[in-house]
């Protein structure tokens, strides 16, 4: 497939990692390293190790995750972190709720080296099971003072966070943290046009319905972000 998308379009779907280096056992943009390293500096002076849990994913590995919900191999979670019987869905229904937590593969800002899922792992035990979950990050949660610092300070090195805000798609993500410059640089040569032929090159499951339904999975996943 990615022999027949441009250099450019491979880097943004996931299908090339040229763009990236090796940063603290993890894969980022080597754009963003100078901001990055600077957020963690001074996260470090505030009381906080700011760790990386997962950063780039390729789109064999986002197709994993959406193939294995797709079919009920992996659960799917409401937005009250409740499983999801799919077996009661639809198939466009299924892409929907896949959607607010899993992104569909070739349109994961974490493809971009850009985007990364963080937390303080000083807060925590070596043993402690990271779940990426909203009450690990809100009042009483151990990430909450940390959330609250990024809060005030991610956009002076460069950072937001595009999932802030539950705006009808992907639901909040807290721990998800995206470099403005370099992600809008990247995100604004991803077109519908040029998704769909990624999709269509692809198999991934549920691809006749995502085809069908495009126009809206790219207003309503991919391009309704929070703002910086």
């Known amino acids: 497939m990615s022999d027949l998308l441009s250099a450019n379009l491979q880097c943004i779907t996931g299908q090339t990692d040229t763009h990236l280096v090796d940063v603290q056992q993890h894969r980022l943009h080597y754009a963003i390293i100078d901001d990055f390293l600077s957020l963690q500096t001074a996260a470090k002076q505030a009381g906080f190790r700011l760790t990386i849990a997962s950063s780039f994913r390729d789109f064999n590995r986002q197709q994993i995750i959406w193939d294995n919900k ?18 009661r869905l639809s198939d466009f229904e299924k892409c929907n709720a896949i959607m607010r937590y899993s ?21 925590v035990s070596n043993d402690y099971q990271l779940q990426l979950t909203p009450d690990e990050y ?8 940390l959330s609250d610092w990024l809060d005030k300070n991610l956009t002076k090195y460069g950072f937001y966070r595009p999932y802030k805000l539950d705006l009808g798609g992907v639901a909040p993500e807290l721990w998800h943290i995206s470099h403005i410059k370099q992600s809008q640089l990247m995100l604004k040569s991803l077109t519908q046009t040029d998704l ?16 069908a339904n495009l126009t809206q999975i790219y207003s309503r996943y991919v391009t309704n972000v929070s703002p910086p």
């Open 70 to 87: 797709f079919s009920g191999l992996r659960p799917v979670l409401d937005i009250n972190q409740r499983v999801i019987d799919i077996t």
């Open 196 to 211: 769909l032929r990624c999709i269509e090159q692809s198999h991934v499951l549920g691809k006749h319905e995502i085809i």
């Open 138 to 145: 809100q009042h009483g949660g151990p990430f909450a003072p």
């Open 103 to 123: 992104a569909l593969p070739g349109a994961s800002r974490h493809h971009l080296g850009t985007d990364l899922d963080v937390f303080d792992s000083s807060a």
